[in-house]
């Protein structure tokens, strides 16, 4: 593979045999190769055990389990989307076919358009904002599609101010890319390559953190049809169409099914239907003061975000590291609890008892040996005692030593005073 890889197209799934997520996709890989074959793709689906050849898949850069790479040449190409079977076929068919496909006639652009929520057209001839355009699709292929069209080819609606021209058509309208007001290209590209609302999951909101953008999200329960749920999703749709113009460099509208997700990002059980602006480059997020009633309301919480008047919660502070670290602790507990009892009550009450059973050994050591210690101790003054002193006969001899030492002058002395005495 290694050797001769270079002379396909190659859609390699990197796992590892012990990784959970990778037994998850197998079947939806093997799907995956099934249908790359029938429809007689150039692409061939392959997997390797990136533990057997930790070589290769470090030339890759692969760091987690399963990594999703295309190959083409000597690039590499990252898939970060859903795990799905017709999302990974979509990837590997744009990404293997040419960086800028062009559209021919206006059939043909309807036909695409239709296809597709947004689209990107360069219009004009050899420039270097073409030479720039190109630059910019053999980086963000991965994401989405790039088409190159004369402009008779587009509909007759369509003014371009000046030629050469990059449009992006999406919600309806088109936009024309400029260099003054919009900055570099490939910013450009990457912030208008979503549609301004989206229904939003885990995989969009971690591609939104690359835009840049403050990301707006009506939580709701989408299989409740109640006024509340509605209303706040109309809100930001209402938002999102009609203050475009004020908003989209800055902010990506949308909606999310449930706060489950939202619950374990923010660390917090947010009450649904509800309405919170996440910033994804800093983890920080913000939540209204008040009920929002009207768009009115949701304009003027947009504006006090942008004024700093907001308050922000969140971040990515020690502290809130900490926190996370505590708060992924519980739930992983909580979860294995809750999904297999008797396993977490083997996982976490077999070492909680080794290590009561080690804590109970080495404090029964340490006292035993105390009381030992002390016994040593109070022999060691004995000895040193009589050591110090004699025994009782050497020291009865010693006294009698001392009466034997007097001179008989003294003896009689002595005598004669006992006399008195008696």
């Not at 959970?20 to 390797?48: A, D, F, Q, T, Y």
């Not at 790039?146 to 309806?172: Q, W």
């Not at 800093?282 to 009115?296: K, M, S």
Request: aromatic share 10%; charged share 30%; proline share 4%.
């Amino acid at each position: 593979f290694k050797e001769n890889r270079k002379d396909d197209i190659w859609l390699v799934d990197f796992y590892a045999p012990w990784c959970g997520h990778c037994k998850k996709l197998e079947p939806v890989w093997n799907e995956v190769g099934i249908e790359m074959r029938n429809m007689g793709s150039p692409v061939k689906v392959g997997k390797m055990d990136a533990t057997s050849f930790s070589s290769i898949a470090s030339e890759f850069g692969v760091r987690g389990y399963p990594t999703i790479k295309l190959l083409k040449g000597d690039l590499a190409y990252n898939y970060r989307g859903p795990r799905t079977k017709d999302d990974i076929i979509e990837f590997a068919n744009r990404v293997a076919g040419p960086l800028i496909r062009p559209l021919p006639s206006q059939h043909m652009f309807e036909h695409v358009r239709k296809r597709h929520r947004v689209l990107f057209v360069y219009v004009g001839g050899e420039s270097p904002l073409k030479e720039k355009y190109i630059e910019v699709a053999s980086e963000l292929i991965v994401y989405t599609y790039f088409f190159s069209a004369s402009e008779d080819v587009l509909p007759e609606y369509v003014t371009l101010p000046e030629l050469p021209a990059v449009v992006v058509f999406k919600d309806g309208a088109y936009f024309v890319y400029d260099e003054y007001e919009d900055g570099d290209l490939s910013s450009w590209i990457n912030r208008e390559r979503f549609q301004g609302y989206l229904t939003v999951d885990g995989f969009t909101l971690y591609e939104l953190g690359d835009t840049g953008k403050l990301v707006a999200i009506a939580v709701i329960d989408d299989k409740n049809s109640s006024l509340e749920h509605t209303r706040l999703k109309s809100i930001i749709q209402e938002v999102a169409r009609d203050y475009r113009d004020r908003f989209h460099r800055d902010f990506q509208f949308g909606h999310m099914d449930g706060n489950d997700y939202i619950n374990s990002l923010l660390m917090d059980d947010l009450t649904i239907p509800t309405i919170v602006v996440l910033n994804t480059s800093n983890q920080q997020y913000f939540l209204p003061d008040r009920h929002i009633e009207n768009t009115e309301d949701m304009v003027q919480f947009i504006n006090n975000i942008l004024d700093g008047t907001a308050e922000a919660q969140g971040g990515d502070g020690v502290l809130q590291r900490i926190r996370r670290i505590v708060y992924d602790a519980k739930s992983t507990v909580v979860s294995v609890f809750k999904s297999s009892p008797l396993l977490g009550c083997f996982l976490f009450g077999l070492p909680l008892g080794v290590i009561s059973i080690m804590c109970y050994g080495i404090c029964t050591a340490d006292t035993d040996g105390g009381v030992d210690e002390h016994e040593a101790i109070k022999k060691e003054n004995s000895d040193r005692e009589l050591t110090d002193d004699g025994s009782e006969e050497e020291q009865e001899e010693e006294k009698n030593g001392k009466y034997t030492a007097l001179s008989d002058g003294e003896l009689k002395q002595k005598d004669l005073l006992e006399k008195k005495k008696d």
